[in-house]
């Protein structure tokens, strides 16, 4: 899981020399297998499933990492500034419509729920 949360931060700040701090609360994963690469049709779908996830109250980021190239394992990753938006999501018609498309054609789905009320704190070090 620390390996997942290195991607996001890499994907999702903007590293600087010195310490950086993110006020975060909320965060959820989603891993998704498939028995082989999905249709381009079931891809494009959960692409723009996501899009418009992101554009909900509270959301900070929502995307997917593929963990291979064929996009058979993937996870698809909340992160949001407070838990009360985050518990709302699950019960958006966008979220249920999401997981329709993925259950539709995945082998199997497992999800996890993270709640904190402190701030993250990062060093990072140009190389």
Not at 18 to 26: K, N, P, Q
Not at 51 to 79: D, Q, W
Not at 111 to 123: T, V
Request: glycine content about 2%; charged content about 20%; overall charge negative.
């Amino acid at each position: 899981m620390n390996k997942f949360f290195d991607l996001k931060w890499r994907a999702n700040a903007n590293f600087k020399s010195g310490a950086i701090a993110m006020s975060l609360t909320s965060a959820s994963a989603i891993e998704v297998r498939f028995d082989k690469r999905p249709d381009d049709d079931v891809l494009l779908a959960i692409d723009e499933l996501v899009n418009v996830v992101r554009t909900e109250p509270g959301c900070m980021s929502y995307s997917i990492i593929a963990l291979n190239k064929y996009f058979s394992s993937m996870i698809i990753s909340g992160f949001w500034t407070n838990e009360k938006d985050m518990i709302d999501h699950f019960s958006n018609s966008s979220f249920a419509a999401l997981i329709a498309c993925l259950t539709s054609s995945c082998r199997s789905i497992c999800f996890r729920s993270l709640f904190m009320d402190s701030e993250i704190r990062s060093q990072h070090a140009e190389p």
